[in-house]
């Protein structure tokens, strides 16, 4: 028995549409399965917006009755002839952080290395907790008198820490570019970081992990956010009379 | 002739019906990836921002309720004040102003002889135990706010502007959860190992001690300390 060529060539062409057939079906079950993870996806990223929203309006809020407060107070103890108690309360609110503080200082931006590969490039080359736990040492031993990570205030309680992925400043999330801001002298702060071995090495070409170093004649430091909720910092501190 | 017309037809058929397929092939390789891990992802994104916004939203009731409570006209002065005075309390508690006590734990490091301690070590285990959640730290007795330098300079180590000598023993204290009692020494004890096995730190024989207190106490910073740099927190009009 013997084929022709155009019955050999007509089997493999049938059988390669056989294959192809079956193969897009299952690529349309699939996208099926692909088109409804995609209207979830779709849908979480518009309750994100909305939630981001709500935050962004409700910070607004709180700072405004964080203010409306202080007036009050302030308020309250004249009426009541109590202006020391006034100084007193500003002073210590001052002392813990919770106070906006402003003036001459430096900002310190550290950021992976541009185009991080993870299989051509080391672990050096991005940032890690350590390293902004490194800068703010370096901060506090050329005697800044306040900082922040991100707007992140930092005061007695803050701690920096990375879980998997993710670098935490008071509970919240930072992502790079980690921006430090810090109230002090902007001539002896920035000798602090460009002297540093270790940055230095770190930014050097090769393992280029960004560190960029302005000195300002001015820098914000924000109040800590969660200066009306201080009983999950101070619930275990007896007070000694 | 009519057999040559079918074969034609045939195959040009089958070739359209090829390439259709293929074309469809094609589209749904490029199609874009959106995996569950993405979604996932998202997903944890969203239940943070629900839970700060939750959190956000009692704060400012709670500060809705007690700026009512201040601008009530008709409240006696006096308990106004004293929930002022309690509120300025809590802010000095936190500042480090006021001496406190409790359940802590104590760190006891020292080195071989004529070795010095290294400042990176204890603020390696000062940074661990305020992550681990402590609420109040010190060193030699020195209270430690945000703003404390722990800076090695020669023969002793400042903390707060004071020096200690680097070849005695520092003691670190902290009050912390006794909830989590053997998670937090576990820990410190992977930290102790880690700067014990360090080989730049062989030469030294870093010899460090943990014990558990029932009470400990830790003093108060005082309001005039190097530590707070006043004259750079006031405000520049002042």
Known sequence: ?241 | MKTGIIKTVTFTVVCLVLGILIALQMKNVNADQISEQNLEELQTKLIEYANKNVELQNRNTELYQYIDILEDDKASGSAQVDSILREKERAAIFAGLREVRNYGLEIRLSTAENHMIRDSVLRQFVNELRALGAQAVSINDERLVATSEIRASGSVIIINGNGYNRESTFVIKAITDPQKEDYILSYLESIRRSVTNDPQFQNDQYDIRFSTLPELTIPALSEDSIAFQIDLLQPEDN
């Open chain 1, 1 to 241: 028995m013997r084929f022709s060529k155009t019955s050999t060539l007509l089997f493999v062409l049938l059988l390669i549409i056989g294959s192809i057939v079956t193969s897009h079906v299952q690529t349309v079950r699939a996208e099926f399965r692909r088109s409804d993870l995609e209207t979830r996806y779709r849908q979480r990223q518009e309750d994100l917006r909305l939630y981001e929203e709500q935050f962004e309006r409700l910070t607004e809020e709180n700072r405004q009755l964080l203010q409306r407060q202080e007036d009050a107070i302030a308020d309250l103890l004249q009426r009541e002839g109590q202006e020391g108690i006034l100084e007193e309360l500003r002073f210590t609110r001052m002392l813990a952080g919770f106070t906006q503080v402003s003036g001459e200082g430096v900002r310190i931006t550290l950021n992976d290395k541009p185009d991080y590969d993870i299989f051509l490039d080391t672990e050096d080359s991005i940032v890690h907790d350590g390293d902004i736990r490194h800068v703010l040492d370096l901060l506090r031993n050329a005697g800044a008198a306040a900082f922040s990570v991100n707007q992140q205030r930092i005061v007695n309680s803050s701690y920096i820490y990375c879980i998997g992925p993710t670098i935490l400043c008071n509970q919240q999330r930072l992502t790079p570019p980690y921006v430090i801001e810090a109230r002090g002298n902007p001539e002896a702060l920035a000798a602090a970081i460009h002297q540093d071995p270790t940055l230095s090495i770190r930014a050097m070409p090769g393992i280029d992990l960004i560190v960029i170093v302005e000195q300002l004649e001015e820098v914000v430091i924000p109040p800590f956010a969660d200066a009306n909720n201080l009983e999950p910092f101070i619930n275990r501190l007896e007070v000694v009379r």
